[in-house]
């Protein structure tokens, strides 16, 4: 599949996830393989212009980190073009626009999924950013503000008029939040509005089968996968695989989750410096450990890191009070694995025990 000019490797993508989604991160996943396309957390437009440290934090990027859209909010036209040339100056492969935010922060200045309700304005500003740039501009969406204005595929229509390279479609409505069941009919209704643009499906995909299923029931082009990305970082890999030779691999086993959460750690040291980095993982690591099994000492322990020895440390004591929960083999019993991860949309009364795809607490819990 293409976005603008570029071949991805995979129709598979990153979903920004604000706060998680950064270089450290995505450089772990990319090492991993299988992702074809990655985007930045949300970036305030203004503060991408006034050059806010805390903004070029978030547009950091690497070689490494290819190829990479950098997702902008705002709703001043003007702010959102010139953001745009500024994420073409710094070399990324795209620009992404939020329209699908329901933070207050985001919708009481008309962007995120205000942007949805307001047709005729959200495509002027969309064909002013893609005037100003010659790389692909996407945007990214909720299927509407709520169940009587399910606007995203006349939104979608409208913005393909107006030149977008493709659109990413959450299939929940800004009224949703995260709760209930993605609606696969609802991503369905997009591919089937737009004339030749890729549109990407997106929501509770947490695993390969699941990604398979949203590409076959809606006719969507890739997929785009958030959280299932933290519980599964590998996801990408083994969908791959998956839509490649129709087999799906194993999930990885212990020794490569830890060998996995080392390296983001590592990365995220060397992004943020020790101690900030350390204190930045505390939130990282929790969601690894959501497939460890029993983990309640490490995921105490590690809110209290401050450098690298002191994540040795916990992952070390993690180590050795695990060995109660496994066989000589150092696999653990049956009965102490983790729940599978069913998406949603897959889920059925007879599934047996299912995990719920969490929402972080804290100031996002409303994305
Ligand atoms: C913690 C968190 C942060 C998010 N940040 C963003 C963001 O910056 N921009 C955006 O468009 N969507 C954001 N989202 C929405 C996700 O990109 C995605 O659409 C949603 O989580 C559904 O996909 P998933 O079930 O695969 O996670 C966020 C979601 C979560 C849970």
Not at 13 to 31: H, I, K, Q, V, W
Not at 188 to 206: H, W, Y
Not at 302 to 307: D, H, K, Y
Request: net charge positive; proline share 7%.
């Amino acid at each position: 599949m293409r976005i603008g000019s570029h071949e991805l490797a995979s129709p598979l993508f990153l979903s920004p996830l604000a706060g998680y989604t950064n270089l450290p991160m995505r450089l772990t996943l990319r090492e991993l393989g299988g992702l074809g396309w990655a985007t930045t957390d949300l970036v305030n437009a203004r503060s991408l212009i006034e050059r806010n440290p805390m903004a070029l934090k978030l547009v950091a990027t690497s070689p490494a980190d290819r190829p990479l859209s950098i997702q902008l909010f705002g709703s001043v036209p003007e702010e959102m073009r010139d953001a745009a040339v500024i994420c073409q100056e710094l070399g990324v492969q795209g620009v992404d626009i939020n329209m699908g935010c329901p933070v207050k922060k985001v919708t009481k200045i008309g962007g995120g999924s205000a942007m949805m309700t307001e047709l005729a304005g959200t495509a002027r500003l969309v064909r002013g950013m893609v005037d100003a740039v010659k790389i692909p501009v996407t945007a990214k969406m909720r299927l509407g503000w709520d169940d009587d204005n399910l606007t995203a595929p006349d939104l979608a229509r409208a913005l393909e008029d107006a030149g977008v390279a493709a659109v990413f479609v959450h299939g929940r409505t800004r009224a949703q939040g995260f709760a209930g069941t993605v609606n696969l009919a609802g991503i369905r209704s997009v591919v089937q509005a737009v004339k030749a643009i890729p549109v990407i499906g997106n929501g509770d995909v947490t695993t390969p089968a699941g990604a398979r299923h949203m590409l076959e029931v809606t006719g969507c082009a890739g997929v785009s996968v958030g959280r299932g990305a933290f519980y599964d970082p590998w996801i990408f890999r083994r969908t791959e695989a998956l839509l490649r030779t129709g087999a799906e691999p194993p999930e990885p086993d212990f020794t490569e989750r830890i060998r996995v959460l080392r390296r983001h750690f590592s990365l995220y040291v060397d992004f943020y410096g020790e101690e900030r980095g350390a204190r930045y993982f505390r939130k990282v690591a929790p969601w690894y450990a959501k497939r460890f099994g029993p983990a309640k000492p490490f995921k105490q322990d590690i809110l209290g890191i401050l450098s690298r020895a002191d994540f040795e440390a916990v992952v070390a004591r993690f180590l050795e009070w695990r060995r109660q929960f496994c066989d000589e083999s150092g696999e653990l019993l049956p009965k102490y694995q983790p729940a599978p991860l069913t998406p949603s949309f897959l889920r059925t009364g007879a599934d047996g025990p299912t995990e719920g795809i969490r929402v972080p607490k804290g100031p996002v819990e409303v994305w």
